[in-house]
């Protein structure tokens, strides 16, 4: 079974500073990762996805994540927030083989951009 | 614009009654998902649709809910009689793609159930 740990609930920052939001995993079989981000009153949206390849992957809005296997972390990051970044990210797991029926998220982030 | 389809945005129902959700995806996709998330916990799987059928569903999608999708369009969470705690924000979503695996879940905007 995988789980997902987002290590801070709230992370409040300043516009234009840089973010971390934290994510690790745990898995006994190869996963697929991801983060979706929730906007007041809005569905869940997807930032990234790691797949395979590089670790270091770019999404929209200017995040990128890197995935760490031997840490098993998946920590998305953006050097320059702005007020519209306020919102829930959710990291998300689903396992890499046999096809996926269900994504296994974490307890959510709320990001507050303040100026 | 989501490339799902929720109805109604908000529906609130008392405790005992049957509620059914609604899902519209705009292209036809064959797979779908009913996600639920309690108001400030984690967003939680449901149950998983293939081909008109459920291929897999949690613990919690127990025998008061049920799935269909009726017209080949419409995708349904039927919830026959409602709980205090099925008060949550109920998310449909497909998967996009042109496959399951490696292409991420899209997600409606969501259906806020208040039962009272």
């Known amino acids: 079974a995988q789980s997902v740990t987002q290590l801070d609930s709230q992370v409040p920052v300043f516009e234009e500073a840089p973010v971390e939001l934290r994510c690790n995993y745990s898995?006994?079989?190869?996963?697929?990762l991801f983060w979706y981000v929730q906007y007041p009153n809005q569905g869940l949206q997807l930032l990234l996805k790691?797949?395979?390849?590089?670790?270091l992957v770019k999404g929209i809005n200017g995040f990128e994540a890197e995935f760490n296997k031997s840490q098993t972390s998946f920590h998305l990051r953006k050097p320059s927030v702005h007020i519209s970044d306020t919102a829930e990210y959710f990291c998300?797991?689903?396992?890499?083989?046999?096809?996926?029926?269900?994504?296994?998220f974490g307890a959510g982030t709320r990001l507050a951009v303040h100026p | 614009e989501p490339e799902v389809t929720q109805t109604p945005s908000h529906q609130v129902t008392q405790m005992g009654q049957e509620v059914i959700l609604r899902c519209v995806p705009i292209?036809?996709?064959?797979?779908f998902y009913w996600y639920r998330q309690i108001l400030g916990q984690k967003v939680e799987f449901l149950v998983s649709?293939?081909?008109?059928?459920?291929?897999?569903k949690s613990e919690i999608f127990d025998d008061q809910f049920s799935v269909e999708r009726p017209d080949g369009s419409n995708f349904t969470l039927k919830i026959r009689s409602t709980k205090l705690e099925d008060s949550a924000m109920y998310f449909c979503?497909?998967?996009?793609?042109?496959?399951?695996?490696?292409?991420?879940?899209?997600f409606g905007n969501g259906t806020r159930l208040t039962v009272t």
């Open positions: 998300a797991v689903t396992p890499g083989t046999g096809g996926y029926n269900k994504l296994i």
């Open positions: 898995s006994s079989v190869s996963v697929y």
């Open positions: 790691y797949l395979s390849g590089s670790t």
């Open positions: 292209s036809n996709h064959l797979y």
């Open positions: 649709f293939y081909n008109n059928e459920i291929s897999e």
């Open positions: 979503a497909r998967a996009g793609g042109s496959g399951v695996r490696n292409s991420p879940l899209h």
